[in-house]
């Protein structure tokens, strides 16, 4: 009965290689998040769909591209890893704006 | 246990005392606020919101109060218990927009 849920939870990998994140979320939300929590634990929001439009887009680097076959899914695809994208990536979902924003257990990367 | 001034980083509090976590929000325009409770290798949970319109709104053993006037947001826990040692953060947020905006957070640590 998980509500936002990630895969995979860790993921230990090279510089340069390309990796992707998976999440799902199973509450009926429209809308759904991409953040980035670093060593200090501030997080930042990255992306927003909203019923796979694309609407929130921060300053990110355009090896990140986030991908919503549909509302339920929004998957992160990272081409060429750098040490820099070590962090905690969490997936979120709300019903729309101005609501709470419901968290996944978010997906630990680390690059070697 | 009362984190003062702007942010304190950590709150070691007695069990069974009551806990203040402070925070300054920033955009004057923010009209949503949310704070969030983080376990150790968990994502983010909802614990209680409130809208500009309020000051001070109740939960189970939660309150928060907002004072617009210093931007000023805090969140007060009653009889601490060992499983509220977590990271606690603040977020806000502008009508008709889907992004939230995160505090530094605060380690709240709850002493036997």
């Known amino acids: 009965d998980t509500a936002v849920s990630q895969t995979p939870k860790y993921l230990v990998t090279q510089m340069g290689n390309d990796k992707s994140i998976k999440c799902e979320q199973n509450?009926?939300?429209?809308?759904m998040y991409w953040y980035k929590q670093d060593s200090k634990k501030f997080l930042k929001i990255m992306f927003s769909?909203?019923?796979?439009?694309?609407?929130i887009n921060e300053t990110v680097p355009n090896r990140f591209s986030p991908k919503s076959p549909d509302k339920a899914h929004l998957n992160l695809h990272i081409n060429s890893l750098e040490l820099g994208d070590s962090a905690v990536y969490f997936c979120?979902?709300?019903?729309?704006?101005?609501?709470?924003?419901?968290f996944g257990d978010g997906t630990r990367l680390s690059i070697l | 246990g009362e984190s003062v001034g702007l942010h304190l980083p950590t709150l070691s509090v007695q069990e069974g005392d009551n806990s203040i976590i402070n925070c300054a929000y920033s955009?004057?325009?923010?009209?949503?606020f949310i704070w969030y409770k983080q376990e150790s290798g968990k994502g983010p949970q909802f614990i209680i919101d409130i809208r500009s319109n309020m000051d001070k709104r109740q939960g189970q053993r939660v309150t928060v109060l907002l004072n617009k006037t210093v931007k000023h947001l805090s969140l007060q826990i009653a009889a601490t218990q060992p499983g509220d040692s977590a990271v606690y953060f603040c977020?806000?947020?502008?009508?008709?927009?889907?992004?939230?905006?995160f505090g530094a957070g605060t380690t709240v640590t709850v002493r036997a």
């Open positions: 509450l009926g939300h429209d809308t």
């Open positions: 979120a979902s709300s019903p729309s704006e101005g609501q709470p924003q419901h």
């Open positions: 955009n004057s325009a923010s009209d949503y």
């Open positions: 769909y909203n019923n796979k439009e694309l609407i």
């Open positions: 977020a806000e947020n502008v009508s008709n927009d889907y992004k939230l905006s």
